[in-house]
């Protein structure tokens, strides 16, 4: 089935050790989402990419940055995480302006910092 | 700029019953999509139901409506005959142009239990 995968589903990573989580896509949409949700809080949209532009949002820290190599995967790279970066981050998929606002998403990274 | 609000951040109710969970949105936009999206303990995101802004009747799936005050700015989802697999949390959404993207924004969430 067409679906958005996220691997991997657990990550633990060490204070202030790069981490790459990564987001593919088979349904060929044009726009991803990265969103960070912390527990029992929304999910918070951190950028997103509209084919290769990205759209940084204001208040996302400098340690949070993106790749998109192509238009099936897209990386949420953290340089320096700190223990209040330990969260689930979620990537999501639309295609854009036909899509009539509809997102779909993968099933996450639960990101530990040791 | 676009909000999102739930003032409801919990619910429980017995098995077979009907719930109404509250949002209300603030935009100055006239075209846009409101969602209601469910996120079991598994936390992935499942889409449970979709509202376009330019359209007047109250999307439905199955157990699952809404009632749309679009003047209001009022977008509540009514669970009918709830079922123990319906505990989740809620997250009401509004998908729009914000600050010159589309972007999809969410509540804060309501936490609904259904007790057998």
């Known amino acids: 089935d067409a679906m958005v995968i996220q691997n991997p589903r657990y990550q633990v990573t060490q204070f202030g050790k790069p981490v790459t989580l990564s987001c593919s896509q088979t349904?060929?949409?044009?726009?991803m989402y990265w969103y960070q949700q912390k527990s029992s809080q929304a999910p918070k949209l951190l950028f997103h990419?509209?084919?290769?532009?990205?759209?940084n949002e204001a208040d996302t820290p400098d340690n949070f940055q993106s790749r998109r190599p192509n238009t099936s995967f897209c990386f949420l790279d953290i340089r320096s995480p700190g223990l209040g970066d330990a969260a689930m981050y979620l990537c999501?998929?639309?295609?854009?302006?036909?899509?009539?606002?509809?997102?779909?998403f993968g099933s996450g990274t639960q990101l530990s910092v040791l | 700029a676009q909000t999102v609000t739930q003032s409801q951040p919990e619910m429980s109710v017995q098995e077979a019953e009907t719930v109404t969970l509250s949002c209300t949105y603030d935009t100055s936009e006239s075209n846009y999509y409101l969602f209601w999206y469910k996120q079991p303990p598994s936390r992935q995101m499942i889409l449970v139901i979709r509202?376009?802004?330019?359209?007047?009747q109250n999307a439905t799936e199955n157990r699952f409506s809404v009632n749309f005050q679009k003047a209001a700015k009022s977008f509540s989802l009514k669970i009918s005959d709830s079922q123990l697999g319906d505990t989740a949390m809620y997250f009401c959404?509004?998908?729009?142009?914000?600050?010159?993207?589309?972007?999809?924004?969410f509540g804060q969430g309501t936490r609904l239990t259904i007790n057998p």
């Open positions: 999501a998929t639309s295609r854009g302006q036909t899509g009539g606002g509809k997102l779909f």
């Open positions: 990419y509209y084919d290769k532009d990205f759209n």
């Open positions: 349904l060929n949409h044009n726009v």
């Open positions: 509202q376009e802004a330019y359209k007047q």
């Open positions: 959404a509004f998908n729009g142009i914000i600050q010159g993207a589309q972007k999809l924004v």
